[in-house]
């Protein structure tokens, strides 16, 4: 059955190659993305730029599209910074916090009215944001915030456990994007961006029948 399904960050790594799987299976797909040129075009797919780090860019969006009967809804959209403690600022803090956390919050409260009641948000975190997983440094700033995510996925799950939609994350290790790479240059992840896709398209339209206001770790590394 085709769905609505709204991806964040979907212009590369991840949250493309989900635009991109979901497309191909019918969905009707907004990918929302700062940078949307590699989505320009694809059959299935309205491409938005947004920047989810500025207030007054998440707004001119919804002044602008009007968005009805969301199935799923994706926050992929993440920002990593590796730097050591010492090094990260307060800017830095901001910056990364703007996407990772206040962005997500901000987008998803304002689509929020527009989600089905069966509908299901997926938030994406990391294993570095779930307490007593392996920690690495230069990832303060990004881990934290990933915990937020954690978090802030639970109490909204709580807040409409009566009315729906579902609220879940999913904690994800390495995966081999762009971003990643960026950030840890030569280190080779055991997943690819289209593995994780794959998964995270089935758990978004499935994964609210079983579970709500839960993080699951999706990680090939032990423990």
């Given at each position: 059955?085709k769905?609505?399904?709204?991806?964040?960050?979907?212009?590369r790594?991840?949250?493309?190659?989900?635009?991109?799987?979901a497309?191909?299976?019918?969905h009707?797909v907004?990918?929302i993305?700062?940078?949307?040129?590699?989505?320009?075009?694809?059959?299935?797919?309205?491409?938005?730029?947004?920047?989810?780090?500025?207030?007054?860019s998440?707004?001119?969006?919804f002044n602008?599209?009007?968005i009805?009967?969301?199935d799923?809804?994706i926050n992929?959209?993440?920002k990593l910074?590796?730097?050591?403690?010492t090094?990260t600022?307060f800017d830095?803090f901001?910056?990364v916090?703007?996407?990772?956390?206040?962005g997500?919050?901000?987008?998803?409260?304002?689509?929020l009215?527009h989600i089905?009641t069966?509908?299901?948000?997926?938030?994406i975190?990391?294993?570095?944001?779930?307490q007593g997983?392996s920690k690495f440094?230069?990832l303060?700033?990004y881990?934290?915030s990933?915990?937020?995510?954690?978090?802030?996925t639970?109490?909204l799950?709580?807040?409409?456990?009566?009315t729906g939609?579902?609220?879940?994350?999913?904690?994800?290790g390495?995966?081999?994007?762009?971003m990643?790479e960026?950030?840890?240059p030569g280190?080779?992840a055991?997943?690819?961006a289209e593995?994780?896709?794959?998964y995270?398209l089935?758990f978004?339209?499935t994964?609210?029948?079983?579970?709500n206001?839960?993080?699951?770790?999706?990680?090939?590394?032990?423990?």
């Open positions: 059955m769905k609505k399904i709204i991806i964040t960050g979907a212009g790594g991840i949250g493309k190659a989900t635009a991109i799987l497309a191909s299976q019918g009707e907004l990918a993305s700062r940078n949307i040129e590699s989505l320009i075009g694809i059959k299935n797919i309205q491409a938005y730029s947004v920047d989810l780090s500025n207030q007054n998440i707004a001119s969006f602008e599209v009007k009805t009967g969301v799923a809804l992929n959209a993440g910074e590796n730097i050591p403690f090094d600022s830095v901001e910056s916090f703007k996407v990772n956390v206040f997500l919050a901000e987008f998803t409260r304002q689509l009215p089905k069966s509908g299901h948000v997926v938030n975190s990391s294993m570095g944001g779930v997983s440094p230069g303060a700033a881990s934290s990933k915990g937020a995510v954690i978090t802030l639970e109490l799950a709580e807040e409409y456990k009566e939609p579902s609220f879940n994350a999913l904690a994800f390495a995966v081999q994007t762009e990643l960026e950030a840890f280190y080779k055991p997943l690819t593995q994780m896709g794959s995270l089935n978004a339209l994964g609210h029948e079983v579970y206001g839960k993080t699951l770790p999706v990680s090939s590394g032990t423990p």
